[in-house]
């Protein structure tokens, strides 16, 4: 039996494993093991790559005896030695204790010998020992009050039998301890006390001759210092109570145990010290902090809570301020007491808790940046040197821009399967050691659960106790067998439901495979992965596995954006999902229906040997409102017109009534929506859209998509056409009510067996048949957020006029007080939704080139144009109504031209009123919109011009070089310019214009480190990637993390090859830019990876042309004021030959687009000549943009593709701006 127990290969196995991989050391002491003996167990644990899963084992069992800490601490050192078990290799150190004296003195001793160890155990009793710490640093004695009214009731035959109860029901409750000790208990004793208040006191004032302890509990109770104490600490208790019980499921997983550890502490600092203090004091730990008057919230602003908040304004005359301020004063002894506790028992500090669950959550791939992982890796030991640095850096850029391919679907793995996976196939180290990365990796995946009970830990140690199922020897298919039987039987971090059945094994596929086999794996077609937004740590991830179909919004398309992007297929929304059933018959009357490639590689899938994949359950609507499963319908969310879906399964038993989920054509997104907002298919005549269908290439698509999907159910064919052709005869018989079948004929078919789609390769989809998610643009309406805000902006109105409050007090976009910001342009402030809104669309245009929202709320339907011929702003009906005044609205679109707001001479309209530096406020805004702060840039000393030496540069997505124009125009030497760039026509005009002097290379994909290092060391990199994906004029945009959004990557994995290493006083700098109008979320994650927040400079100061762009970089003075030079033409007139005559002064952003020279509401062409309206020539583009005559002229290139190289290009005064300080370090002519 011990030999079972132990392991047959025990303890060599254990031995061999700890010499190679990081492991973590349990230490159970004093256990009871019967017939009054006990003694120390020891445990070992390791993540083990193989079987996919943090195994524990028995390692020894030694003597108990009553020895000192020394003696045991040598005994355990005595015990790693009897079996060569390395102490560098131990990454984490566990025991139950955790709590006393000893047990520090035994860390402290071994933190001598391995000072990286992490102590997990000292969570176990962090949440008792820091509700004791609070309570005990407060004036009030609630420990005493509680035990004393509590020995009362238990002592005495003769009380009441219910207030009695109040203590009797709380087990368990240890008299010996502090009732505080116990953070639980004491919490529920405490709401318990405070829901029978009432009935304590009067129960104690009718016994208050009984003896003199009566008497005290019954002053104690009258007074309200202490009730509003207790309040106060009902509240206060919330947030350990809360991880408590997170701790104590031991099947909780670690890296949200973490995160919400994090979020614990974050909490309690927030309601005691001044943000500043707070961000300090997570980041260095310093417990001075605490201690400083200054860093504290003052009275009025600490957080006692609601309750507490009440009962001090309803008793303010019977509470003194002596009182009142001992009061604030023993909560933030409190508060104090207990973030000191806490602070004092983290195994790690703060950011490293939050980046560990970060970069154990494949969704969080691209959320963490390799300075953080270094810094986590430097905190854990890992990293000991530059060079293990360096290369962390390397392995980890590599995992990051890898495509994860773990060789089974995401949906199916748990995390610890995902990590074996990812760490079996790649980041080996040299000569059979772990690579950098890889022993990180197992690191974190070893750490214990902080509060893993020893009959727990034993259980799973006989589980492993047979060292042959840890044995390398095994073949591949033998350990699938193996896990199939064993691991995947609801482990504590499985992805898979209990109710759901685990998929076959993926069959192998040796290098005999052909292409077309490869092709025909099948999948379950709702089993897509969803597009889903937010923010570091979706707990939804944790549950249970990748979820599908997450609801739009912040925890759906864009958090999973960074995933690997799946698969492409044809239609997003199941038009192949609900076909009629199809059999493994490949019959001749069902060929002549795959009129489509696409069909084709599905019937062959179909008639493939190759194994389906179990499908994932989904449960069918039994509340009687119709909209059953697969049923085509029209829904309404807020900002969209009627768009057509698919009414997919609720993914769990129990929908909620009145509710489906639908996935939505065209975007494949998903909402959970109310039978009340959607409409059967048939309606198509009442929810057609012909503006979206004109506007919008997604709605045009979903449209197509749908109508497709009932043509098969309907039987109806249609004539083999081009697209537009056959949508257009589609639309029709849509419109003519689908006969012949109508309404009942795009009912759902009866599905005996899933559909099976194709796992298409995006390339091979024809252009005109594919469409990309659409990102919906973002509409926050007036009303928005009712239940968050705490006043419409009518009562904002009433609040400002009538009772004198401030305006900068309030969202001026929406009126609630929960501000966030400054408005940049109008006295007033910003909420955080608003804000994020404000900062999308403040730079957003319409085709007219006005602006496409409102210029003070960033919203609003109806909207009135400025009449100034030089601006581009609008105000709509809203702010106008009430901000300004009643009537507004009408009254100014009596005003022929009527020049807004902003144009207007500085002075207040109502309560709208321009602040006077709003040019300047604007650049602080989007300096900070990104929400972050970061370490400054390394400062590099100017260089004595006698040693400066030519400058060499790399250009990515170079463009029509301006970067190397602006440098010669600068006197710079140039040694070496290398250029990346695809565009043939821009390759022409700097390879001509340059006479070859510039390197043109190919792809940026294409570089690589080997390339660096033959072409380097570079002292500038320079690049703006693609914006098409990323603007949020593009309804069709992809975002970051897709498409040619993800060409950022390549400038980050380049600019982290290129950057100098420690020591390395060359001075590099590097600039990156792209649009402003991108999505916040896309602007953040940028601004994360290039650790900087960007400098918005806008053209139209030194040019003709608006042109605002976001610049990301270390150049010296990005910041400073942009200054017209001698040089510069400001006004249209200056860049037009002679004989034109400039209509405006300034005209809107050029881009590739022939009618963004079209100017105002009218779309009036900038130039008149001869008496006529003429469009500007291509030599006076080039002079808006600030290039020499004839730039572009090569080659005989057309105008439009002049046009399309000058709309790509950047502002030659702007880059010249920014490049001027680079004089101070490179030579010159």
């Not at 989904?618 to 049923?631: C, H, I, M, Q």
């Not at 038993?653 to 975007?667: C, I, L, T």
Request: charged share 25%; proline share 5%; net charge neutral.
């Amino acid at each position: 039996m011990a030999r079972y127990v132990m392991g047959l290969k025990y303890p060599k196995d254990i031995t061999d494993i700890c010499c190679q991989t990081p492991y973590c050391i349990y230490l159970y002491q004093n256990v009871d093991l019967g017939d009054t003996e006990r003694a120390n167990v020891i445990l070992v644990g390791f993540f083990s790559e193989t079987v996919g899963k943090s195994v524990i084992r028995f390692f020894d069992v030694t003597q108990c005896t009553a020895e000192s800490v020394q003696t045991a601490f040598d005994c355990f050192v005595e015990t790693l030695k009897k079996f060569d078990i390395p102490i560098h290799n131990l990454a984490a150190f566990y025991s139950e204790g955790g709590a006393s004296a000893d047990d520090d003195n035994f860390l402290s001793r071994l933190k001598e010998i391995s000072p990286n160890v992490v102590n997990m155990g000292s969570l176990c009793h962090m949440v008792d020992c820091a509700s004791k710490s609070g309570v005990a640093a407060m004036s009030t004695l609630v420990d005493e009050l509680v035990l004393d009214i509590r020995n009362h009731f238990l002592s005495s035959s003769k009380t009441n039998q219910k207030l009695k109860e109040l203590f009797v029901n709380v087990e368990p409750f240890d008299s010996a301890r502090p009732a505080s000790a116990q953070c639980l208990v004491l919490s529920e004793i405490i709401k318990k006390m405070l829901a029978a208040w009432p009935d304590l006191i009067k129960y104690f004032q009718s016994r208050t001759l009984k003896g003199d302890k009566i008497r005290v509990i019954c002053e104690r109770l009258e007074s309200h210092k202490v009730r509003v104490t207790f309040l106060f600490l009902k509240h206060a208790l919330e947030p350990l109570c809360a991880f408590s019980l997170k701790l104590q499921n031991q099947e909780s997983l670690l890296p949200l145990l973490l995160k919400d550890l994090s979020g614990t502490l974050r909490a309690y600092a927030g309601r005691l010290l001044l943000p500043e203090a707070t961000v300090k004091l997570l980041k260095s730990q310093d417990l001075k902090l605490l201690g400083k008057a200054e860093n504290v919230l003052p009275h009025s602003e600490l957080c006692v809570g609601p309750e507490a908040e009440k009962y001090l304004t309803e008793h303010e005359d019977d509470l003194g301020a002596a009182d009142k301020a001992v009061f604030f004063k023993d909560a933030a002894l409190f508060y104090s007491a207990v973030i000191m506790q806490m602070l004092q028992r983290l195994p790690l500090n703060d950011s490293s808790l939050r980046n560990i669950s970060t970069l154990l959550n494949p969704a969080c791939k691209l959320k963490i940046t390799g300075k953080m992982v270094v810094d986590l890796a430097s905190q854990l030991g890992v990293c000991s040197n530059s060079e293990e640095t360096s290369q962390l850096n390397d392995e980890f850029l590599e995992y990051q821009l890898s495509e994860s391919d773990t060789g089974a679907s995401l949906s199916c793995l748990s995390m610890q399967q995902y990590w074996s996976n990812v760490l079996k196939s790649s980041f080996s180290g040299s000569g059979g050691q772990l690579s950098v990365f890889q022993r990180l990796m197992l690191t974190l995946l070893c750490l214990p659960h902080p509060a893993l009970k020893a009959e727990i830990a034993f259980s799973k140690a006989v589980e492993n106790g047979d060292a042959s199922l840890i044995d390398d020897s095994l073949s591949r298919s033998e350990w699938e067998d193996t896990t199939d039987l064993d691991l995947t039987n609801g482990t504590e971090d499985s992805f898979q439901s209990a109710e759901e059945p685990s998929s076959p094994p993926r069959p192998k596929q040796n290098a005999e495979t052909s292409s077309t086999d490869t092709e025909n794996v099948i999948i379950q077609s709702n089993q897509k992965t969803a597009k889903s937004s937010s923010d570091v740590g979706d707990e939804s991830f944790w549950d249970n596995s990748f979820k599908e179909g997450v609801p739009r919004g912040i925890y759906g398309w864009d958090s999973s954006l960074r995933q690997k992007p799946p698969a492409r297929k044809i239609y997003q929304a199941g038009a192949n999902s609900w076909e009629k059933p199809k059999t493994d018959n490949c019959s001749p009357s069902t060929k002549k229906n795959l009129s489509t490639p696409l069909e084709k590689k599905s019937k062959t899938a179909i008639c493939s040997s190759t194994p389906r994949k179990a499908a994932k359950k989904s449960f069918p609507y039994t509340d009687g409102k119709g909209f059953r499963v697969g049923e085509l319908v029209w829904g309404k969310v807020k900002g969209f017109s009627w768009w057509p879906g698919l009414v997919a399964g609720w993914p769990h038993k129990q929908a909620p009534a009145s509710m489906r989920r639908v996935e939505w054509f065209g975007d494949g997104m998903y909402s959970e929506i109310y039978t009340e907002m959607l409409l059967p298919f048939a309606a198509f005549s009442e929810c057609f859209s012909n503006t979206s269908y004109a506007d919008l290439p997604a709605y045009k698509d979903a449209i197509f998509q749908s109508l497709k999907i009932a043509g098969e159910r309907s039987g109806k064919t249609f004539p083999p056409c081009k697209k537009d052709e056959q949508q257009k005869l589609m639309v029709e018989w849509a419109f003519k009510g689908f006969q012949p079948g109508g309404a009942e004929g795009l009912k759902p078919p009866e599905i005996t067996e899933p559909a099976v789609v194709i796992k298409e390769d995006p390339m091979e989809i024809p252009i005109q048949d594919y469409q990309p998610p659409v990102k919906k643009i973002k509409y926050y309406s007036k009303n928005k957020g009712a239940a968050e805000q705490d006043y419409t902006r009518e009562q904002m109105v009433q609040e400002v006029l009538q009772k004198g409050k401030k305006l900068e007090d309030f969202c001026l976009s929406c009126g609630t007080v929960r501000i966030e910001i400054f408005h940049p342009l109008f006295e007033g402030s910003l909420c955080l939704k608003c804000k994020d809104n404000f900062c999308e669309t403040l730079y957003r245009y319409d085709e007219d080139g006005y602006q496409s929202y409102c210029t003070v709320c960033c919203a609003g339907q109806e909207v009135i144009l400025c009449g100034n011929s030089s601006c581009c702003r609008c105000y709509c009906i809203d702010c106008l109504e009430f901000l300004v005044g009643p009537g507004t609205f009408e009254k100014v679109k009596e005003v022929e031209p009527w020049h807004c707001y902003l144009c207007l001479p500085s002075k207040r309209y109502g309560l709208l009123k321009q602040r006077p530096n709003w040019s300047v406020k604007v650049q602080e805004f989007f300096v900070n919109t990104s929400a972050m702060e970061f370490e400054p840039h390394r400062v590099y000393p100017s260089i004595p011009a006698d040693q400066r030496r030519p400058i060499k540069v790399l250009s990515l997505f170079d463009g029509i070089a301006t970067g190397y124009l602006v440098l010669k125009d600068l006197g710079f030497k140039v040694d070496r310019y290398i250029a990346s760039e695809i565009c043939e026509d821009s390759i022409a005009v700097g390879l001509i214009k340059h006479e070859g002097k510039i390197e043109h290379v190919d792809d940026v994909r294409s570089i690589t480190k080997k390339h660096i290092a033959e072409w380097g060391p570079f002292d500038l990199l320079i690049g703006g990637s693609p914006c098409n994906d990323l603007s949020i004029v593009n309804p069709a945009r992809k975002g970051l993390f897709e498409g040619t959004g993800r060409l950022f990557f390549e400038y980050y994995r380049l600019l982290n090859i290129l950057k100098p290493k420690e020591g390395d006083s060359r001075p590099f700098f590097w600039l990156f830019e792209n649009v402003v109008a991108m999505g916040v979320r896309d602007k953040q994650d940028i601004c994360r990876f290039l650790e900087c927040n960007p400098v918005l400079i806008d053209a139209v100061k030194v040019s003709p042309a608006h042109r605002a762009r976001n610049f990301w970089g270390n150049i010296p003075g990005m910041n400073r004021p942009l200054a017209i030079s001698l040089n510069d033409k400001v006004e249209l007139q200056a860049c037009l030959e002679h004989g034109r005559i400039a209509k405006f002064k300034k005209v809107r952003t050029i881009t590739t687009r022939p009618n963004s020279i079209k100017q105002g509401k009218q779309e009036m062409l900038p130039v008149v000549m001869n008496g006529k309206e003429d469009n500007l020539w291509c030599t006076e583009l080039e002079r808006i943009f600030g290039f020499p005559k004839h730039y572009t002229d090569v080659y005989n290139m057309g105008r439009g593709a002049r046009q399309k190289v000058l709309g790509r290009s950047w502002s030659v005064p702007v880059i010249r701006h920014l490049f001027a300080p680079l004089k101070d370090y490179f030579a010159c002519e």
